[in-house]
């Protein structure tokens, strides 16, 4: 399940990211896909691996470590739960369970991103930023899947939304539990004034009635990073919704990078030349 | 057993005043102290922001009564089970996954205002217990009554548990749908056989899996004889093809779960479609969800199997969800609760499994109403070897063992193939009905990657229809025999009979066939990622199908005489002869109103407008490789596209997925019902950027295509079907056509499904579907750069339309509007004809447009004629601006129409074939008019005034504001979705 590329610029550490798969993941493919062509050196590790222990690799030779998107167990009791249940409690040989690898992983200062169902699983741990948060059923009362432009906090502490034009990014959402909502307003409050939201969906466009429009969150130091939207899902400028009009009302559209894969660039160039 | 369990209760935390309230139940069946449980349910269960958490205790609210709806037992409930595995993992009590029987069991109490709002919770009372009552309340869970602890020990007891019968008697009690020949049949091998042999042939020879009337002998009133349609059309169409072009693509047909074709070097490409017809009758939700799931594992259980679906595609056919309770017979559910069912069935299985649901339709005709039709469609990517073996051969040797794989089995979906092959009537057994189980299968699907990849396993297939009996069965054609130990397989609750373990058609498995060498092996992978697999016999050579009971043989059956000893049917066919009218005109009967109005009636009328409602629910984009999408850019595009994923660097090679219907013109011309179908799925993906052959370079470009035929009941019976000779007789003309159309555009058929008795008899009453064929299929694109979309791009681009309208509104939408009646519509117009011959050398212009990249839009032209193609190709996302009537950056359309000799009317509203409308840059002009000549009509051009205007012979007849027109043709589906 390794696929190592070889097409690292010059001057750089090669970047590690493990991407997991397995128990109802199904986005793993497109994110491997995406570190591969940001440049980094991508890992597939099933969560059993994790969950229970395999000799064949080590945690902590990764940078990154990736939750994808897809339905974890069915997302039966709830997105994210039944993982979040399992990073807790279920403990291998050793006594640990992988939530101690988890408090390793980031002591050691490495970084930790959930998209969507992945997002779900770090705020059901508890690490975005507590318990006091969830992601709850869509106002609308159904899943969705449709493109969304965001806002970009520009005082969030993660450093991989540079040069993103306008503070905005544009991707799509897939899913039915995203709705942002917290035990109080005083700790929505809280957040806010620590800058721990990264993305909000732009005004009048609040797809599932998340609080302030909120889709994306960062823990206080900006090493764990939870987002609604999908940039792995967009890597080609074949993938936006109107490529073919927009490649004829604008002559760049198919020579800049889409705003997904910068995502992926941006983390890439971030821990090769700078952490 | 009925005793009370402890359990926990998780209630919503916003009460707002709402007239009904849904509480969550987890029931335990473990002895646990209520600190403990509560402990555990806080830190597993309880989402501390969204809801309360209460332990053995029902808090009564404002709400004097309950709806209390539970499943039955052995229905899939995988969030009991979930809670399940979260409770060993918290007490480390891991009971051993080979055993996984149920002790957590979820359940929804809903708290009601009144009884009209008890009324309305939606259960189905095949699978659910529904209890209402006034509160208090208390839980109380019984087990399946079968269950008893003395049950295994009885089972070993010599003979117990199987019956021996004469096969006739038994054919009348257990709806196994055999004939008086096949019983004849029966007792000619056999004099006495066990109950399970009776099964097993029953299943066996079930029309759903030996398609028997498919391959009939069938004598028509012209005294021609048909042996078999399908050896006759389908399978001849495709080795006409080999024959001639012998294109080295093709890989496999007919022969396996799934058609096989190869699409690069290292990469085969299997693809099918299955219907779920009578499943989603009985029960919408579970049938569309075991549908998608089970042509899952079609697609990837081909060869030795272990591919990865690529993406699903779901057609639908229902009565219209406005049809008037009071109208509905028994036995017929609501159309609008099918519609939900069926949509929710599909966005559970398809997202749940990663997989893209890339296209489908959905067709609304009241003659669905009995029975509804569920297409489900499944690709997948298989690499074409594992190390040097070709992945293409299923290869069984004596001495392999038979692995179960997946789910354990129960009562769930006993009689599946068989009930299917009869028409339904209000006897028809509840156990027929399954729930699937998403999670169960994507681990499954997983490991089977994984273990073909390292060469553990020799083949593999679904377990579907017919369960075990029909997989091992056909298996054991490939190695000459099989003997399985029955009494191995797991089951979800002791206490069935053999042969209910044998067919029971339970979800989410897989037969594998596995060298002994390397079944250690896979049962330590199965087990470390946490899939049930279990050895229950081993492939022979004796020619025999043998099952054993605790060592005791049950059933031995010749493979010969099971797979060869169905009788062959004859049945008779009256030939359909069209009526055709000779008017070049449409003349209506009377003043159908503006064409304003009417082309606003139509672009809202529930066959043409948006599918957005039910496109958005679906994940269409996981996998990160859509290029057209279902509505991209706001507009519905004519075929899906995708970027294969195996592309190497700079590559852009893709996948274009089309696929048609056209049951509405049947009753006017079965054989032209059918060709326009295929010419509609192959000018879609012309119109994106698709090839056929060019008859001139040998290159023959890939296409795989699956045939599904829906028929009503076509067997004469004088009392209930009078008229089967006819339906039958409409069946032959449509595979005359598949035939035709196959072979001259030389694109093969490679596998699909027949599904024939379509009906819903209530005493005194039936409806049946109108006789019809879905075609799929999947082509390849070089550079999905190339691909063009449907709608306009910039205003001033030229607009033109290809190809020729002619009196052809038969069956039309703009007909079904203006309620004229078969024999109305006959009088005045015809049924769209496919011209072929005319056909063909427009898509060899249109590859050349395409090649030359003249076309910034193309559009095909089906349902509703221009005037729908027209407006669909101006609408663009710039209409979903939230000021809704205000138009903003977007354009509209300016048309004259110039026609001396026929209306408006026909113009703008007939349905003939192979059309396109298309637009151009104006320096593109005059290539663009030399490539198509007199087949090109200039029809206008794109204006920056957000308006579509149409005149005809220079009066104006037509303006709409585009944003209305989208706003009509966006909502109108919405309002059945919202309560």
């Not at chain 2, 051993?96 to 708290?111: E, F, I, R």
């Not at chain 2, 196994?176 to 056989?193: P, Q, R």
């Not at chain 2, 509840?430 to 997983?446: E, W």
């Amino acid at each position: 399940m390794n696929s190592h590329n070889t097409l690292m610029p010059k001057n750089q550490r090669e970047v590690k990211s493990l991407v997991i798969c397995g128990n109802g993941f199904n986005c793993e493919q497109e994110m491997a896909r995406a570190y591969t062509l940001a440049g980094a050196a991508v890992t597939l590790v099933h969560m059993n691996d994790l969950l229970k222990g395999s000799t064949t690799f080590s945690l902590f030779e990764f940078d990154l470590l990736n939750f994808p998107g897809g339905f974890s167990y069915g997302d039966e009791l709830g997105s994210g739960q039944a993982i979040a249940n399992k990073i807790r409690f279920s403990k291998r040989n050793d006594g640990k369970t992988f939530y101690d690898d988890l408090m390793e992983f980031i002591t050691r200062g490495k970084f930790i991103i959930g998209i969507c169902n992945g997002f779900q699983i770090l705020v059901k741990l508890g690490l975005l930023p507590n318990n006091r948060v969830t992601l709850a059923h869509n106002d609308c009362g159904k899943f969705i899947d449709r493109w969304c432009t965001l806002k970009i906090n520009p005082k969030n502490r993660s450093p991989f939304f540079k040069n993103f034009p306008e503070n905005t990014i544009t991707l799509p959402i897939r899913h039915g539990e995203g709705k942002f909502s917290t035990l109080t307003e005083e700790d929505l409050l809280l957040l806010t004034e620590e800058n721990l939201h990264l993305l909000q969906y732009s005004e009048g466009d609040n797809p599932n009635g998340s609080a302030l429009s909120i889709a994306a969150l960062t823990d206080p130091r900006g090493q764990i990073l939870g987002m609604m939207p999908h940039p792995e899902a967009f890597l080609f400028p074949y993938n936006h919704p109107a490529w073919s009009r927009k490649r004829r009302d604008d002559d760049n559209f198919l020579n800049t990078i889409p705003d997904g894969l910068r995502f992926f660039k941006n983390i890439v160039e971030h821990i090769a030349y700078e952490h | 057993m009925n005793t009370n369990h402890p359990f926990v209760v998780l209630l919503p935390k916003k009460i707002t005043n709402t007239k009904t309230l849904q509480a969550k139940l987890y029931i335990f069946h473990y002895i646990i102290e209520e600190q403990s449980l509560a402990e555990f349910a806080k830190e597993n269960l309880l989402n501390t922001i969204t809801d309360d958490l209460y332990i053995n205790e029902i808090p009564q609210l404002d709400y004097p009564c309950y709806t209390y709806v539970s499943k039955k037992s052995g229905v899939t409930d995988d969030e009991g089970l979930v809670a399940q595995i979260a409770f060993e993992d918290y007490f480390k009590t891991q009971t051993p996954t080979t055993t996984k029987k149920q002790k957590v069991y979820a359940s929804t109490l809903y708290y009601c205002s009144n009884r009209e709002t008890q009324n309305k919770v939606q259960a189905n009372t095949l699978i659910h217990h529904l209890l209402h009552g006034s509160f208090p309340f208390l839980p109380k869970h019984t087990l399946v009554q079968k269950e008893n602890k003395e049950d295994k020990e009885k089972a070993k007891e010599k003979g117990a548990n199987v019956t021996y019968i004469d096969a006739q008697s038994l054919a009348q009690n257990r709806s196994l749908a055999l004939s008086t020949e096949e019983i004849d049949a029966i007792k000619n091998y056999k004099s006495t056989l066990s109950d399970i042999e009776v099964e097993i042939i029953a299943q066996t020879w079930s029309e759903h899996c030996k398609h028997k009337e498919f391959n009939a002998k069938i004598v028509c009133d012209d005294s021609t004889v048909i042996n078999s349609l399908f050896k006759t059309y389908i399978e001849r169409a495709t080795k006409t093809i080999i024959e001639k072009e012998n294109p080295s693509w093709l890989i496999k047909v007919f022969s396996d779960n799934a058609g096989l074709v190869q699409v690069d070097e290292e990469n085969y490409l299997s693809f099918k479609v299955e219907t779920h017809n009578t499943p989603s009758a009985l029960d919408p939700y579970g049938g569309a969800l075991t549908g998608i799931l089970g042509v899952n594992r079609d697609a990837v259980a081909v060869g030795i199997g272990g591919g990865r679906p690529l993406f699903n595609i779901d057609v639908l056919c229902f009565a219209h969800p406005n049809y008037p309770d009071n109208k509905l017979l028994p036995g017929q559910l609501p159309p609008k609760q099918i519609l939900h069912g069926v949509v929710q069935g599909i966005l559970d299985g398809g997202n749940k499994m990663g997989i893209p649901t890339v296209a489908g339709s959905v067709l609304f005709d009241n003659r669905y109403g009995g029975k509804p039709l569920v297409f489900c469609g499944t690709a997948a990517l298989m690499p074409s070897h594992y190390g040097k073996k070709d992945s293409r051969h299923k290869k069984i040797s004596s001495g392999d063992l038979i692995v179960m794989a997946g789910g354990a089995v129960g009562l769930d979906g006993i009689h599946g193939a068989t009930v299917s092959s009869l028409e339904l009537d209000d006897e028809t057994a509840s156990s027929a009905v399954q729930i699937g189980s998403p999670i169960t299968q994507k681990f499954l699907f997983d490991f089977l990657e994984l273990i073909s990849q390292q060469g553990l396993v020799k083949c593999s297939t679904d377990n579907g229809a017919g369960g075990l009996s029909s997989s091992i069965g056909e298996l054991a054609t490939l190695s000459g025999g099989a003997l399985v130990d029955l009494e191995k397989v797991p089951l979800k609750y002791e206490g069935l009979l053999p042969w209910e373990i044998f067919v029971s058609e339970s979800q989410e498995r897989m037969s594998l066939v596995v060298a002994k060498e390397h079944w250690k092996t896979i049962e330590q992978l199965a087990h470390h990622y946490d899939v049930t697999v279990t050895a229950i016999g081993e492939f022979t050579n004796d020619g025999l199908l043998k099952v054993r009971w605790y060592g005791e043989t049950i059933a031995s059956l010749d493979l010969h005489f099971l797979h060869h000893g169905v009788p062959q049917k004859t049945l008779h066919a009256i030939l359909p002869i069209p009526h055709y009218c000779k008017n070049d005109n449409v003349i209506l009967p009377s003043s159908p109103g503006t064409m304003q109005d009417l082309s606003r009636k139509l672009i809202s009328n529930i066959n043409i407008c948006s599918r957005e409602e039910i496109i958005r629910r679906y994940d269409h984009e996981v996998k990160g490789l859509s290029v057209l999408k279902p509505l991209s850019d706001s507009a519905p595009q004519d075929a899906a596209v995708m970027l294969l994923p195996n592309n190497k660097e700079g590559e852009f090679k893709g996948i274009i997925v089309s696929h048609a219907l056209l049951p509405q013109y049947a009753d006017y011309d079965s054989y032209h019902s059918s060709a326009g179908a295929f010419d509609e799925m192959i000018r879609q993906a012309i119109a994106v950027g698709g090839e056929i052959s060019t008859n001139s370079n040998g290159h023959l470009p890939l296409w795989s295509v699956n045939d599904n035929f829906c028929m009503p009941n076509v067997v004469y019976d004088s009392k209930s079907n009078p008229d089967g000779p006819n339906k039958l007789g409409q069946l032959v003309e449509m595979c005359k056509a598949l035939y035709d159309h196959a072979t001259f555009y030389k694109i093969p058929l490679t596998s699909g499904k027949d599904s024939m008795k379509n009906d819903l008899l209530v005493v005194g009453d039936k409806i049946s579907i109108p006789p019809t064929v879905l075609y799929s299929g999947v082509t390849l694109i070089n550079d999905i750069r190339n691909v063009v979309s449907s709608n306009f791009k910039q205003s001033g681009d030229l607009i033109y339309l290809l190809g020729e309208t002619y009196n052809e509104l038969c069956g039309s939408e703009i007909f079904t509007i203006l309620q004229l009646s078969k024999e109305e519509q006959q009088k005045i117009s015809n049924p769209p004809r496919v011209r072929k011959e005319m056909a063909y050398p427009l898509y060899l212009s249109m590859m050349s447009a395409h090649h030359h990249h003249l076309l910034e839009s193309a559009h095909d032209l089906s349902q509703g004629g221009l005037f729908v193609a027209l407006a669909e190709a101006c609408f663009n996302s710039d209409c979903e601006s939230k000021e809704s009537k205000e138009s903003k950056s977007n354009f509209g359309a300016s048309i004259h129409l110039e026609e001396q000799q026929r209306s408006a009317f026909l113009m703008l509203f007939s349905e003939s074939h192979s059309r396109f409308v298309v637009s151009i840059k104006k320096q593109a002009r005059k290539q663009f008019e030399a490539l198509f000549q007199q087949r090109a009509t200039l029809l206008g051009e794109v204006t920056s005034n957000a308006h579509l205007m149409i005149t005809f012979n220079q009066e104006p007849i037509i303006n709409h504001a585009i944003s209305e027109l989208y706003h009509e043709w966006k909502n109108e589906l919405s309002q059945y979705f919202n309560a």
